[in-house]
């Protein structure tokens, strides 16, 4: 979740010990919850887990995080890839016309629609594999906006180093802009009702509650964290 106060190494909270090492000139910074990472791609700023068996995508696989792009005008922008050498896994692009993912050895693109997203505002996306009907699914913050079948099962090489920021640490000018914070990697399918409930549970943070009734000339404070929304109240005209 990045909320390690320095170093370098962000430790997984899982018994799995899946750690991710920051590379070149990431920092750390402010996130959604808690601390984030700063990436630039200028120099090949990346967060790099190595592979491992948990984080095998041959069966089910769900990777949820949050992103805040300062610069979505950027061609070829890949904040997450899985990749050893010349072989993706899967890779996303991101940039101001669309997300763009990839999953081999399925030939095609499998996910490419309209990015609805603006420069330095959180946003959530997950991307769900689900071999057993062979389908790639693409949440942005808790709705689903794309789904596709898989022309083939996704198989995995378990020595994928799984790149957060960039493809890796060596590649000038293809990463992202912006801030990365709570990566989250499952190995099962998470349905659409939990997707959307761990999305809301973080819009909690941002809520304060409101009194159930009010006195004459009583003020309080209401925060709110808000993307596009209406809000309404009313009162008894006192």
Known sequence: TFDE???????DSTAFQNNGIMMNSTFRTNGIRGGAVFVN??????VKINGSQSMNESNETTFSIWLKYTNMNLASSYPVCKFTGV??????????????????????????VSNPVTNNIWYNYVMVINNTNKTITAYVDGKIIYSSAMTYPFFENVNNA???????????????DGFIDEAKYYNYALTSAEISNVYKSYLQ??????PDSFTTNQFFNLSFYAKKSNIYWTTNGA
């Open 205 to 210: 943070d941002f809520i304060s509650p409101i």
């Open 162 to 176: 799984l790149y957060i920021g960039g493809i890796n640490e060596s590649w000038p000018n293809i990463g992202m």
């Open 87 to 112: 072989t993706n896994v899967w890779r996303w692009r991101l940039d101001n016309h669309s997300w763009v993912a990839w999953a081999y050895p399925n030939p095609s693109v499998v996910v490419n």
């Open 5 to 11: 106060s320095n170093g370098t190494t962000n430790y």
């Open 41 to 46: 791609r200028s120099s090949s700023d990346v």
